[in-house]
T-cell receptor, first 112, second 118 residues
């Protein structure tokens, strides 16, 4: 079975400090993994994707994620948070038919 | 704007009524997916089409739900005899994929249809 677990439902950081959103996955296949962001009243937007090439993946808006097979993790990081980063973040696994399996989401709060 | 549109954006209905939602994918995309997102949760897969063929349905899709994609273009999702538990955001996504091809193609999401069942 395939599943995604986001380890924190809510993360709060101060503007200018690093962001870490944690994600573990379970997959019997070689996984394709994504991070999507959802701003209030807006659609889901792809931040980055891992597709078995480089294990360190760079995305939009300064976000990065590192695929660690030994730890079955795909944590999302950003060196310096901006107020505009406040949103809901989803770690996502692609199933064998292309359907997406979402984690429960992490709400990122950025304090001034 | 991702290029995927959904209509209506909001729907309020009374329990027991039927509702239908429409999704227009990016024109060259052959795959179309429906997901449901309830408050505080991540989206859950409902069903998907490759061209006009419905290839997979989730167990979440009870017999009150039906989806179509005639001619492999737009898709409709109908819910019959709505229940309060059907209240959710219904999301549509499209992608370009091939059988046996890479599964990591990006899915582009529409803005969703928010359904409220009173």
């Amino acid at each position: 079975a395939q599943s995604v677990t986001q380890l924190d439902s809510h993360v709060s950081v101060s503007e200018g400090t690093p962001v870490l959103l944690r994600c573990n996955y379970s997959s019997s296949y070689s996984p394709s993994l994504f991070w999507y962001v959802q701003h209030p009243n807006k659609g889901l937007q792809l931040l980055l994707k891992y597709t078995s090439a480089a294990t360190l993946v760079k995305g939009i808006n300064g976000f990065e994620a590192e695929f660690k097979k030994s730890e079955t993790s795909f944590h999302l990081t950003k060196p310096s948070a901006h107020m505009s980063d406040a949103a809901e973040y989803f770690c996502v696994l692609s199933g064998n038919t292309g359907k997406l399996i979402f984690g429960q989401g992490t709400t990122l709060q950025v304090k001034p | 704007d991702t290029g995927v549109s959904q209509d209506p954006r909001h729907k309020i209905t009374k329990r027991g009524q039927n509702v239908t939602f429409r999704c227009d994918p990016i024109s060259e995309h052959n795959r179309l997916y429906w997901y449901r997102q309830t408050l505080g949760q991540g989206p859950e897969f409902l069903t998907y089409f490759q061209n006009e063929a419905q290839l997979e349905k989730s167990r979440l899709l009870s017999d009150r739900f039906s989806a179509e994609r005639p001619k492999g273009s737009f898709s409709t999702l109908e819910i019959q005899r709505t229940e309060q538990g059907d209240s959710a955001m219904y999301l549509c996504a499209s992608s370009l994929g091939t059988s046996g091809g890479p599964k990591e193609r990006e899915q582009f999401f529409g803005p969703g249809t928010r359904l409220t069942v009173l």
